[in-house]
C-alpha cells in the first residue's frame, strides 16, 4: 500500500488576492495566508493525536517555492518541530510560461481563444511557453513514486489535482477542476482523499 500523504496547500498569498497566475513565480503569503497555515498545523496535530501518531512519524517535503516553504514551516511550528524539512522541485506548481503573473480576467478579455481552448481540455491544454496537467501529473508520478513513507506535504492547487488525478480518486477532466482550498489539509490514502478544515 502506498503511504498516506497529508497535503495541504500553501497559505493565502498576494498574487492570489489579486488573481494573478503564479505558476512558478512567487509572492509573499498574506497574514490570512500565515494564519491558514498555522491552523493546517493544528489540524495536523489533533489529526496525528486521533491516530495515536507523533509529528515525528512523519517526512516533511514541500514544493521549494516560497510560499510553499513559508508554509510549511508556520506548520512545523504549530507542531512543535524545528524548521528541518526536504524540497522537491517536482511538487512545484504547474507552469503558466506567460501567463505567470497576468490576471486572469485580463487574460480572458485578451487571450479569448486559448482561454477557450483551454477550458475546452484543461488537462492537455498548455499556456504558451508553459505545461500542462498531464505534464505536471508525469512529474509528480516520479515523485509518488519516491515515497517511502507516510508524509506531510506542502505544494499547489495544481499539484493536488494532479495528484487526485494520479491517485485515481477522479478523472483527469474532473481532477483538474476540482478545488483545493488553503486552510485545509487532504489526506490521500489508499485510493480515498478526505477533507479537514
Known sequence: MKPVIYYVRHGETEWNREGRLQGQQDSRLT?????QAAACGRLLRDLFRRDSRAPDDFDYIASPLGRARATMVLVRQALGLDADFRTDARLMELA??????????????????????REHD?????????????????????????????SVVVAHGGTARALIALAGI????????ADVD????????????????
Open 31 to 35: 497574514g490570512r495566508g500565515r494564519d
Open 96 to 117: 503558466f510560461g506567460r501567463w505567470e503573473g497576468r490576471v486572469y480576467a485580463d487574460l480572458m478579455a485578451h487571450e479569448r481563444a486559448r482561454i477557450a481552448a
Open 122 to 150: 484543461k488537462w492537455n491544454f498548455r499556456p504558451p511557453g508553459g505545461e500542462s496537467y498531464a505534464d505536471l501529473m508525469a512529474r509528480l508520478a516520479a515523485w509518488r513514486a519516491t515515497l517511502a513513507r507516510d
Open 170 to 177: 477522479a478523472p483527469p477532466e474532473k481532477a483538474c477542476a
Open 182 to 197: 488553503q486552510g485545509v489539509v487532504y489526506v490521500f490514502a489508499g485510493g480515498t482523499l478526505t477533507r479537514h478544515a
